[in-house]
C-alpha cells in the first residue's frame, strides 16, 4: 500500500480514524504535535497526525493545514484522509482548501456520515438519530455544502441515495463527469455501512487524484476498499484506570453502568474545592483514593463530581460559567492525576473520556506518539505510547458523546 497520511483537527479525532486502518494490519502511528511530523513518520505504512486545529481562528487552520500538506508532500506520502468531526464542528471549509492547495489536488469527496453513532447524511443534510422511547427519528442539523465551502460562487455537487446505491462503477463515473465539468467538491450521501463501502470504493477506483474527506466512519471502509486483511489481536496487561473530563450525558450513563461491575470504585473530584483554590489538596486527596482501590485490586473511575450531578435549567448556565471560567484548571489537574498514577502504582491501561482531557493527559505524560493497535468498539482505538516515562501504557480514547451505555463496560471487558 502506497502510505496514508491522515490529517485531523484533534487527538481524538487522529485516534479514531488511525484505528480504522491498524485493524486492518497497518502499521499506524498517531502524531500528537503536527511539528514533530518529520521526526516520527518513518517506518509505519499509516501517520494520522493531530493538528489541534478545531478551535483556532480560520486563518491560523489554513496555516497549519497548508504547512502539514506541504510536508507531507516532501515526504512521499500519496494518499491522504482529512479527518473531520462526524457534527462538522471546527474549520472545515478552510482545512479542506488548505489540504487541496498545499498537496495540489482538484478534487476533495466529502463524506461525514458515521451510522455506528448515528450520523447519517441524506439529500446532504447531515442529520443525527435521536431516539424518542422506542423509536428514531433523524434530525437535520446541517446542510453540508454550506458548511464546506470558504465561496458562496464554489460549486458543490451532491450525490444523492439513489447514486450510491447503483454500484461502485456508475459513482465512481459521476464523480469523474463531475470533476470533468469543473466541480472540485462534492458531497456524498450516505446512511448505512454498506453506503460507506460503496463510496470507499467507487474513491478507490478514480483515475484522478482525490482528497478523501469523512468521520471514521468513512476511514474505516477505506481499508475494505484496499482489500486489506487480517486483524492482529493481542492480550493486555492488568492494571487499569478510567478518567472521564467531560460532562458530555452520554460519557456520564457510561460511567454509572461501569460503577455496576463490582470491581470498580468511583473517585470523584470535588470541584467547588478546586474553584477555591484547593486544587493541590484534592490531588493528594485523589491519589490516595486511587491508591487504596489499586492496593484493594479495584479499578479506579475518576471524573469530576459535576458529570454526575442532577441538572436542571437553572443549573446550566452556573456550570457553563464555571467550566469556561476554571475548567483549564481541572484539565490540567486530571493529567496530573494521571500521571503521578502511572508512576507510582505501574498502571498499564489507561481509558480516557473527553478531547481535551486525553490531551492535557498525555501532554503532562510527555507522549509523544500512539501506536494504534485495534479498535475497541466503533470509533474507540486502542494505542501504545511512546514517550515520555511512559513508554508502553495502552491508552483507549473515547470522544465525550461517543458509544452507547454499555460501551465503557465492554471496553473494560476487552482488557
Avoid at 433523524?138 to 465561496?151: C, L
Avoid at 460549486?155 to 466541480?183: C, F, I, N, S
Avoid at 471560567?325 to 491501561?349: P, S
Amino acid at each position: 500500500m502506497n502510505r496514508l497520511a491522515i490529517v485531523a483537527d484533534n487527538l481524538i479525532g487522529a485516534n479514531d480514524a488511525g484505528v480504522q486502518f491498524s485493524k486492518f494490519g497497518f502499521s499506524t502511528q498517531v502524531i500528537l504535535n503536527h511539528l514533530d511530523l518529520v521526526n516520527h513518520c518513518n517506518g509505519v505504512d499509516v501517520v494520522s497526525i493531530n493538528t489541534n486545529s478545531r478551535k483556532v481562528s480560520p486563518e491560523v487552520a489554513y496555516d497549519r493545514v497548508y504547512q502539514v500538506g506541504n510536508k507531507l508532500l516532501k515526504l512521499g506520502f500519496e494518499r491522504f484522509y482529512k479527518k473531520i468531526d462526524s457534527t462538522l464542528r471546527g474549520n472545515i471549509a478552510e482545512e479542506i482548501r488548505a489540504m487541496m492547495e498545499s498537496l495540489s489536488l482538484t478534487l476533495a469527496v466529502i463524506v461525514p456520515s458515521y451510522p455506528a453513532h448515528g450520523r447519517i447524511v441524506e439529500n446532504g443534510y447531515l442529520q443525527l438519530i435521536q431516539n424518542w422511547g422506542d423509536s428514531s427519528v433523524p434530525v437535520p442539523v446541517y446542510y453540508i455544502p454550506s458548511v464546506i465551502k470558504t465561496d458562496a460562487n464554489v460549486p458543490v455537487a451532491v450525490l444523492g441515495l439513489t447514486d450510491v446505491r447503483q454500484g461502485e462503477d456508475t459513482l465512481a463515473q459521476k464523480m469523474t463527469e463531475l470533476h470533468k465539468a469543473g466541480v472540485n467538491l462534492i458531497t456524498i450521501d450516505a446512511v448505512t455501512d454498506e453506503d460507506l463501502r460503496n463510496i470507499a470504493v467507487a474513491i478507490n477506483k478514480l483515475d484522478i487524484r482525490c482528497l478523501a474527506v469523512g468521520s471514521a466512519g468513512l476511514a474505516g471502509n477505506l481499508p475494505i476498499a484496499w482489500k486489506a486483511a487480517g486483524q492482529d489481536h493481542m492480550s493486555l496487561r492488568q492494571g487499569t484506570m478510567i478518567v472521564a473530563g467531560t460532562l458530555n450525558q452520554v460519557t456520564a450513563e457510561q460511567i454509572r453502568a461501569v460503577l455496576d461491575c463490582p470491581n470498580t470504585e468511583l473517585i470523584d473530584i470535588k470541584c467547588g474545592i478546586i474553584y477555591e483554590g484547593g486544587a493541590a489538596e484534592e490531588l493528594t486527596r485523589v491519589l490516595c483514593d486511587i491508591g487504596a482501590a489499586l492496593a484493594a485490586g479495584k479499578i479506579p473511575v475518576v471524573v469530576i463530581d459535576t458529570l454526575l450531578e442532577n441538572r436542571n435549567d437553572a443549573d446550566a448556565l452556573g456550570l457553563s460559567e464555571r467550566v469556561h471560567k476554571f475548567g483549564h484548571i481541572v484539565t490540567a489537574l486530571l493529567g496530573q492525576i494521571a500521571k503521578e498514577a502511572v508512576e507510582r502504582h505501574d498502571l498499564r491501561n489507561l481509558v480516557i473520556s473527553g478531547g481535551g482531557t486525553a490531551t492535557s493527559i498525555c501532554h503532562v505524560l510527555g507522549i509523544t506518539v500512539i501506536n494504534l493497535e485495534r479498535e475497541l468498539l466503533p470509533g474507540i482505538p486502542l494505542g501504545k505510547a511512546s514517550g515520555g516515562s511512559c513508554d508502553g501504557l495502552y491508552l483507549v480514547t473515547k470522544a465525550g458523546g461517543f458509544g452507547k451505555g454499555n460501551s465503557l463496560r465492554k471496553v473494560l471487558d476487552s482488557l
